[in-house]
């Protein structure tokens, strides 16, 4: 008869690496604008469009990292935004290791910025496109990408490191 392998009698939730803690993410500020259709333009013909954006992290106090992320959504005709919904979001979150500076940085928001903002932001534009009659379908559940604009983006300085 075969021997069982052991198992670690560690509790499982002690092997888990305690890489980062997401904080609830705070809307700062939105706005929408609306602009008339260009002439013999239909609106009908407009597509959905979205951005999402993060910029300026910074590192705080006793692991806590915060940065912003803008969002915009809206209608598209000829590279005129017709219909435009944009928020800007507080986030953050707490590690034990230098996450900023990490070449994970970039994973690690990204998905806390699909599971946190993102749903956020998607709510909002629902509830305000609906108040304010405009037919938009809905976004979609996660965002497709997302760019980062840092001055010192960990990811860029580590393609510059293997590059030379």
Do not use: H
Not at 37 to 66: H, I, M, Q, W
Not at 128 to 144: G, H, K, R, V
């Amino acid at each position: 008869m075969a021997k069982a392998s052991r198992t670690p009698k560690t509790p499982l939730n002690q092997l888990r690496s305690d890489l980062y803690v997401p904080l609830s993410s705070v809307l700062v500020q939105s706005q929408m604008n609306r602009t008339a259709v260009p002439d013999g333009k239909k609106e009908e013909d407009a597509t959905l469009y979205y951005n999402v954006s993060v910029e300026s992290v910074r590192p705080g106090n006793n692991g806590y990292s915060f940065g912003f992320c803008i969002l915009t959504a809206g209608k598209r005709l000829d590279n005129v935004s017709l219909i435009e919904f944009k928020a800007t979001y507080l986030f953050g979150l707490r590690s034990k290791n230098d996450l900023l500076s990490s070449q994970d940085f970039e994973t690690v928001a990204k998905g806390m910025i699909r599971s946190t903002v993102w749903p956020l932001y998607r709510d909002l534009t629902a509830l305000t496109f609906s108040q304010a009659e405009i037919n938009l379908p809905l976004l979609p559940p996660t965002p497709n990408k997302i760019t980062f604009d840092l001055p010192n983006n960990p990811q860029k300085r580590a393609s510059k490191a293997k590059s030379k």
